[in-house]
């Protein structure tokens, strides 16, 4: 399936929003997800009080190319990046060593990173049209069932955040999580 890059109008009104530190919802493989610039830290507070989440997990980045999350990445060896290459794009998440620059908002204060290059046609256009990765999220209040239109994300958060038009993709479980330098699955 090609990507679907969101209309330059509305793009222009995202990263206005982004910049601004706002939150965003789009479709992802399995539900709509929320999302907003990993690199603002009071975009990230806001993501993190919508959905009533400690900020302790760490959270999950996504990006179209794998050059927008390769400043987050640590230096891995050859062996590391086959195992990434193999797997995206795709809907498997690796946590894997942060960079010294990654923000410990976004670690969770572990010292890694879960990241993934995702095969979602609308969610990579979108990451690749804003030329960044973007913090990923189900789109729901903790402990509730995530949102799998924007019409129900709009019904859950109003005008706290700014929708993105797309299908979600066919998968009925979150993407898997795994940790690259052990080999243990977090999420399966």
Known sequence: MAERRP???LLARLRHHLRRGGVIAYATESCFGLGCDPRNYRAVQRLLRL???PQGKGLILI???RAQIEPYIAPLEAAARRQLDRAWPGPVS???P???RTPRWLTGGSGKIALRVTAHPDAAAL???LGMALVSTSAN???HRPARTLAECVRMFGQRMLGVPGRVGRRRRPS???DLETGRIIRP
């Open 7 to 9: 209309p330059e109008i």
């Open 51 to 53: 959905k009533g989440r």
């Open 63 to 65: 990006a179209g190319r």
């Open 94 to 96: 690796f946590l894997v």
């Open 98 to 100: 942060a960079a010294k």
């Open 127 to 129: 990451c690749n049209a």
């Open 141 to 143: 209040p903790a402990g």
């Open 176 to 178: 898997t999580i795994k």
